[in-house]
């Protein structure tokens, strides 16, 4: 029988982060708050996130530095500071850089193989907040202050169970759990162990704090830097599920591939049908391209549903330059003929339905009564699901987003995967196939021991 406790020792070891990073990850963020002081003054610039708390990864290493504004100072003159003082020190520092966009613009760099993120942010009164990220320093100090070094370990143990199936990180593209929720959740459960054996006897919604009087998410854990704060609302009933499962699963045979290893289970194809969309992206901030990528996968199923496909699944993946959206369908090809169902016989649009079937286009059979309804049979238009999809896109009888709809319009359509698979390459790739093989890889490793 696995012993647990040494099972959770050897894993934290393997998590905990190199004495030579974490002093390479304080030099980086040395020498960058240094520069950033001499501009913004000294005592205006932090160090927050994981590094600051104790809680950093090993592999994960990076430090978030956030520059303070006193709260009349204009938020657009602040990030437009922000962002060209720290492209201006991360260049210096030999490393290089990318703007990107949360709540609003800020620089993230790489110098000396860390990961840095420079933020604006404003020293708000408690409570009192001019942008999101203002509770962030409040957030390290109440972790700080709670947080033992063991516990470090045990937030580790829970960032890494979470990380190896994708359920780690608040952002659309995840709506899974933040590093500061693993944390809260640690404080109050004291091991990852409690947690998890918590967890398994879950049943969603979970509400930690019935007192915050917080409800309408599927986990509710109070802030409490800001107690009127669900710190989980970004997690998605999917993830929370997940986490529930992979709970059970981790302690019916607790294993250290649930925390380092990804499955090399491969999906079954035979008798399956899938449709996928291989297209350019526009550049614009993560946040806003997810939404409107999680939008046109639902238009589109939408769509297909409403030509008579069956749809069983969908999602979506992209980076910086491509997007990939895929469906399992029941079938890609329909039947050519199709029941026309009409109104009761006793309905006012009864009369009105017989009349427009004798100058229907594509009509096979006369109107008829089943019941105490009218029916019909109609010769189908587009009976293949790549044919639909792209009349769907093309006509815009698919809600699409505005923003993706030239790109889409030009996507690439394929319907036999071996085809699909030709197309992608690296995390494409890896997507599609966790995407064919259906189960995470939690599920995956614990087959492979039973």
Request: charged share 25%.
């Amino acid at each position: 029988m696995t012993d647990l406790p040494e099972l959770l020792k050897k894993v934290a070891e393997e998590l905990k982060p190199l004495p030579e990073t974490v002093d390479r990850t304080r030099d980086v963020a040395t020498r960058l708050m240094g520069r950033l002081e001499t501009f913004f003054g000294a005592g205006k610039v932090s160090v927050e996130g994981s590094f600051a708390k104790g809680t950093m990864l090993r592999g994960k290493e990076e430090a978030d530095i956030f520059v303070h504004f006193e709260k009349t100072f204009p938020v657009d003159d602040a990030c437009r500071l922000v962002v060209d003082k720290g492209v201006e020190v991360i260049r210096d520092e030999g490393g290089s850089f990318r703007l990107r966009y949360a709540n609003h613009p800020y620089v993230e760099g790489f110098v000396d193989g860390i990961r840095v993120n420079i933020v604006p942010c404003y020293d708000a009164e408690y409570g009192k907040w001019i942008t999101p990220v203002d509770r962030t320093p409040y957030h390290t100090r109440y972790v700080k202050t709670h947080l033992s070094p063991d516990m470090a370990d045990e937030v580790r143990l829970l960032k890494a169970f979470l990380i190896n199936d994708n359920l780690y990180g608040a952002e659309v593209k995840v709506k899974g759990f933040s590093g500061y929720v693993c944390e809260l959740l640690i404080i109050r459960f004291r091991s990852f162990a409690s947690l998890v054996m918590e967890a398994s006897r879950w049943k969603p919604p979970v509400v930690l704090d019935e007192e915050a009087g917080i409800t309408g998410a599927p986990l509710v854990l109070r802030d409490p830097v800001d107690p009127q704060r669900n710190t989980a609302a970004a997690v998605s009933l999917s993830a929370l599920s997940n986490f529930i499962m992979k709970s059970k699963l981790f302690l019916k045979n607790p294993s250290t591939k649930f925390f380092l290893e990804k499955s090399s289970l491969k999906g079954l194809v035979n008798g399956r049908s899938f449709l996928g969309l291989v297209f350019e992206l526009p550049q614009q901030p993560p946040d806003v391209l997810w939404g409107e990528l999680s939008r046109t996968v639902g238009g589109l199923w939408r769509g297909l549903e409403q030509h008579g496909f069956k749809v069983l699944r969908g999602d979506r993946w992209a980076d910086s330059h491509r997007g990939v959206i895929v469906f399992e369908l029941e079938s890609n090809i329909l039947p050519p003929v199709m029941l026309n169902r009409g109104p009761p016989v006793w309905a006012k649009t009864a009369v009105d339905f017989v009349e427009e079937q004798f100058t229907k286009e594509g009509l096979l059979a006369y109107p008829w009564v089943s019941g105490d309804r009218l029916y019909s049979l109609l010769r189908r238009k587009h009976t293949e699901a790549s044919e639909t999809i792209q009349m769907l896109i093309k006509t815009g009888k698919a809600a699409i987003s505005k923003n993706l709809k030239q790109y889409i319009i030009n996507a690439k359509i394929y319907s036999d995967p071996l085809q699909l698979t030709a197309d992608l390459s690296g995390e494409e790739a890896n997507f599609f196939m966790e995407f064919v093989r259906t189960c995470p890889n939690y599920i995956a490793h614990y087959a492979s021991s039973i």
